[in-house]
């Protein structure tokens, strides 16, 4: 007799093996996991690392790493160690990861510095023993990648994501995959399966979407390099939440393909990109270049052949040229957020750097687009996917309505796609009337918002829409002086969102960050140009 499992008790199954994962010299106390809102300092207060371990996840960013992999400071097997026990302590404090497989990570590493011993004279590839975490949509042969649906629990994949496939091939350590949002669609990474992830800056806040697993991973160390997706702010939205570097490519120039998904194959809209999140600009620049010089067209055909470069980054006496759009013309950014975008272009003056004000227009058309390439098949695959289990919608996914969006006829897909070619052109006409190499604005009118309550892509999805690389930086936290006022400009929706900050107090430690905005295609520039405009902004050199 064939015996139905219900999808809590599949959930749960799934939760329990996770939890296993990890070795029970790795769990922290219980009482350690409710420090006060700001987890920031348990991973290296509990315990559970050593002296080294703290120094190796603490003190270098993904370059340092390599590095010092290479100069034999550390071997590739203590590095991978000590992420994988930081990434079992940023678990049990925020529920970040999905797929744990440690033990084959370390055994990887082990085989790395093995190899090396016997043939010392070899090249180490450019990622060697670099520990890199990954978004849940990415495939690995043999582990599920359930991108929060039920349906996909207990599937795992017979084949990998190409850019795994890239990964390993440039000696990159693969060791755990994080948490995402239910049909990934949203600002928080909430699922039936996994629960939520917290963010460990206050835990009272959103971490972010959908990349919210990787977001709240980095920020806490478990990993100092992470591969995220962005069809809508997947990637920046939870670099922002959790104050680390999230930098979202033109579509194409990382390889995406091969990824879960609950779209239909051959669907043509707003193209998901696959780009990097670290705790360094320099860290995701690190990665652009590595994976782009990877010869990645033999790995996927559907890759752009651009090449990188190798231009000199402009100096850090040259002014750049920033356009600076302070809002979207439909929400207004509330005080922390007002205040770091002002503090920001003081700081790029002062360096001597030329702002130019610009204004968006058709932003609420655009939108519309955006909505409706959003739902062109009516969410049907999707629908069905959910409807095979029975699972219900997280409030988060029920909030956007997403699933009950009527689908587009043919004509209506024409139409759709013509006012985004003009949409595209008038943006692109920015660029060239005012001369600019990068545009400066903010990734969301607010900080990390309370759960579930993330209603504005607008400062993000835009750049998707436009399909032009875009970063988002850290520059500080809301502090004392963000006091709440009344000065939302555009009505009543605007208020509604802007009234959500209530001031410095519940909000206290939320990370407050900028993005910049490169052209399509020109993503080599912008990273050198964040590299810059990082250095004058948070004094990295």
Known sequence: MTVLYSWQQICAEKRAARDKSIPNSWLIP?????????????????????????????????????????????????????????????????????????????EAARALDEDRKANPTKPLRPFHGLPISLKDSFQLVGKDATIGLVCFVNRPAERESDLVTILKSLG????????????MMTADSENNIFGRTL????????????????????????????????????????SS??????????????????QQSHVPAGIVGISPSAGPMATSMRSCRFFMETVIKANRTLFNYSSTKIPWLGSSPPSETEPLRVGVITDDTLHTPTPPLRRALRESVQKLEAAGHKIIPIRFKDVLNNMHIIWEMFSVDGSALLNSLIESTKEPLVESVARTGLTTT????????????????????????????????????????HTATPFDEWKVITYTSLFNLFDCPAVVIPVGKVEDIDVRDDAAL????????????????????????IQLIGQRQEDEKLASTAIVIDNVLNGHH
């Open 241 to 258: 939440c959790n104050g680390i570097y999230g930098f979202k490519p033109t579509s194409d120039i990382i390889p995406f393909s091969g």
């Open 172 to 183: 990159a350590i693969l060791y755990c995959k994080t948490n995402v949002p239910q049909t």
């Open 406 to 445: 009527p689908g587009k006829t043919l004509q209506e897909y024409f139409r759709i796609n013509h006012a985004r070619s003009i949409a595209c052109e008038q943006f692109n006409s920015i660029w060239k009337e005012h001369n600019l190499d990068t545009m400066l604005t903010l990734p969301a009118p």
């Open 30 to 106: 219980q009482a350690t996991k409710s420090e006060g809102s700001n987890l920031l300092s348990i991973p290296t207060t509990c315990g559970i690392l050593t002296e080294q371990e703290v120094r190796i996840t603490s003190d270098y960013d993904a370059v340092d790493i390599v590095a010092a992999i290479r100069d034999a400071t550390f071997t590739a097997e203590e590095v991978t160690t000590a992420f994988c026990k930081r990434a079992a302590i940023a678990q049990q404090l925020t529920n970040c990861l999905t797929e744990i497989f440690f033990d084959e990570a370390i």
């Open 490 to 513: 555009y009505g009543d929706q605007d208020r509604k969102v802007y009234d959500m900050y209530t001031g410095p107090e519940f909000y206290k430690g939320a990370p407050t960050t």
């Open 199 to 238: 963010n460990p800056c206050n835990i009272k806040l959103t971490a972010g979407g959908s990349t919210g697993g990787e977001g709240a991973l980095i920020a806490l160390r478990g990993s100092v390099l992470g591969v995220g997706t962005d069809i809508a702010g997947s990637i920046r939205i939870p």
